[in-house]
């Protein structure tokens, strides 16, 4: 038994005062009465404690509130009274006001467990005045060695020393993919592997006092083993957009984002310690963060 919702558009990307199409999908062995079919669209922003968190956080997460953007709620009072083992609803909706939860529930009454089903969807703000591309797209040239690291790194690489250089575009559309090359100039000790992390950087202020929260988004590899040297390795990252927004600076929130270029080189203790955060300083890493500017444009 189940209840889908499946909108018209693939990527769930739509822009104000167009409609919001899709389908309510119900699968039932047999027909199952119920007692109205509830359509809610809920768009907020809301700080949430994840694990491992403390300190700031928690300490303003008691007298924080999510800040609402949108509400909508629809009745299906057309709907018969039982709903047959197969069916699907045909919904349109005109939204007028970034990212949102479209949530359809079947209430059964006492005693039975409603049917929901929740997905993602993302409004585009409007275009009106926004410019037709970036006035100066920004390439950030970085390097990489033994000196940049703020970390205490192994002794055979503090000793025999390395250096990865290249460029980055630090500002980009949330729709154009990340791009930018990289090349290992030098190293003493082979290389495991170069990696691009995509961090998102969410702060919110409550009084005099700023609650930080990052995370990483997505990991992409840029080189698999211990590359030849001197050869020039292109970025190409596609961003998640149901992750990525424009970068925001809207009054009490901000949303942020950065890259961050890590190469990890190869020794014994990469196999031994645990690799749930990437975040982690180890002896056998070197990286460099760069802020990232999402924008938008028509």
């Not at 292109?234 to 149901?242: T, W």
């Not at 180890?282 to 444009?297: G, N």
Request: with cysteine.
């Amino acid at each position: 038994m189940s209840v889908e919702i499946k909108l018209s558009r693939s990527n769930r990307t739509y822009r104000p005062h167009e409609p919001l199409q899709g389908k309510i999908i119900t699968k039932f062995p047999s027909s199952v009465s119920h007692r109205g079919i509830h359509l809610t669209v809920n768009g907020s922003v809301n700080l949430q404690v994840r694990g491992g968190s403390a300190g700031l956080i928690e300490s303003l997460y008691g007298v924080l509130k999510p800040i609402p953007i949108l509400y909508h709620f629809l009745l299906f009072s057309n709907i018969k009274k039982r709903i047959p083992n197969s069916m699907k609803l045909f919904m349109e909706q005109t939204l007028t006001s970034r990212q949102y939860l479209l949530t359809v529930d079947v209430v059964r009454g006492y005693l039975h467990k409603s049917f929901s089903a929740t997905v993602e969807f993302i409004i585009e703000s409007e275009l009106g005045g926004l410019p037709e591309k970036p006035v100066s797209p920004e390439t950030v040239f970085f390097y990489i060695t033994q000196d940049t690291q703020r970390h205490s790194l192994l002794h055979e690489l503090k000793s025999g020393g390395f250096k990865v250089s290249g460029r980055i575009c630090t500002q980009c559309l949330v729709g154009d993919p990340l791009v930018g090359e990289v090349t290992v100039e030098a190293s003493a000790v082979p290389i495991y592997s170069i990696d691009i992390h995509l961090h998102r950087i969410e702060s919110i202020m409550v009084g005099e006092k700023i609650a930080t929260e990052t995370s990483v988004l997505q990991t992409t590899q840029i080189a698999d083993g211990d590359v030849c040297r001197s050869i020039c390795l292109p970025i190409y990252v596609i961003l998640p957009r149901l992750l990525t927004c424009p970068t925001v600076f809207a009054g009490p929130f901000s949303v942020e984002f950065k890259v961050t270029i890590v190469v990890t080189f190869q020794t014994e203790l990469y196999n031994v310690q645990p690799k749930s955060d990437p975040r982690a300083f180890r002896k056998w890493v070197a990286m460099e963060s760069l802020p990232l500017e999402l924008v938008q444009s028509q």
